[in-house]
């Protein structure tokens, strides 16, 4: 996966992912010992932290440095942590490997798995009011954002319209199933892809665009790779989709229209950041490009 990434991305990547994790250590640290923060930091272990680097490159698109936008890449990650243990249980997905590793309430307990995950939401909101992001301003217009991409109208509503096709009279149809991903996947990294521009007080409407294009993108690579992948390498169960009868991506367009598809919103993405082609900016930008092509040619 990683050996066809242009090297810069790569290294980027790369700090990105380890600094993220150093930093969640971080903020775990001071939890009391036991089960409940075992969970919460299994939980969290691995990952590209994709949404991270958006946060991060988000930022320096707009002259921040990753001091100040670390709390915000570390609540998306906590976040997107407790998604994935409660998205992962009996009751949502059934699935019993994540990562590579056994499920969170497989390592543990159903119960403890359900805690862990609420504790992870309450202290990745704990995050943002963190003094180092900015102004009080600043910090409550990101937690009403990131309420909103998380919630009743972003990606709770997305696992929810998930649910709820499983014993649906018919299978979703193409404008469904983008509606549905755009919350269950697209919310959270349109918060992150956007956070920077948030900080800074600027325009968020260019980045809302790529946002919207790479998560698209995103779960159309996720639905081919369910198809085409091997359990070894994504680090979970594939052909579950298939299976369970479940309408994706790749089952109304077929492969190579569904591999179409996701070429033509990495395009997209892609021409959302032309408003950032200054000088100053062409580094970030550049990445962001680049992480929009990774995301569909990933094996993981």
């Not at 994709?50 to 001091?67: C, K, Q, T, Y």
């Not at 936008?69 to 992962?88: C, F, G, K, R, T």
């Not at 096709?165 to 349109?190: F, H, N, V, Y």
């Amino acid at each position: 996966m990683e050996a066809a990434l242009p090297a810069h991305l790569h290294d980027r990547l790369t700090e990105v992912r380890l600094a993220v994790t150093s930093a969640l250590d971080r903020a775990l640290e001071h939890l009391p010992p036991g089960d409940l923060t075992d969970a919460m930091r299994y939980g969290c272990v691995g990952g590209k932290r994709i949404r991270a680097f958006l946060v991060l490159e988000s930022a320096r698109l707009h002259g921040l440095d990753d001091d100040a936008a670390m709390p915000v890449a570390v609540a998306v990650e906590m976040l997107h942590a407790y998604s994935l243990i409660h998205d992962d249980l009996p009751s949502m997905d059934d699935d019993d490997l994540r990562r590579g590793m056994p499920t969170c309430h497989v390592q543990w307990s159903e119960a403890t798995a359900i805690l862990a995950g609420d504790a992870l939401q309450s202290l990745a909101f704990e995050q943002l009011a963190d003094p180092a992001i900015g102004s009080a301003e600043v910090r409550i217009e990101l937690v009403r954002r990131f309420a909103d991409a998380v919630g009743a109208r972003g990606m709770v509503w997305g696992q929810m319209q998930d649910i709820a096709a499983e014993t649906a009279d018919a299978p979703l149809d193409l404008a469904a199933i983008s509606a549905l991903q755009q919350g269950k996947t697209g919310a959270l990294i349109g918060f992150s892809a956007t956070a920077g521009a948030v900080m800074a007080g600027a325009d968020t409407a260019a980045l809302g665009d790529y946002a919207r294009s790479l998560g698209l993108a995103f779960q159309i690579a996720d639905d081919i790779l369910d198809i085409i992948g091997s359990e070894e390498a994504t680090g979970k169960r594939v052909g579950k989709d298939a299976a369970a009868g479940k309408a994706t991506f790749v089952s109304l367009l077929g492969l190579d229209g569904a591999r179409k598809t996701a070429a033509d919103m990495v395009r997209r993405a892609e021409a959302a950041l032309e408003p950032y082609a200054a000088a100053a900016r062409q580094e970030a930008a550049e990445n962001l490009r680049q992480l929009a092509r990774f995301v569909i040619h990933r094996q993981t």
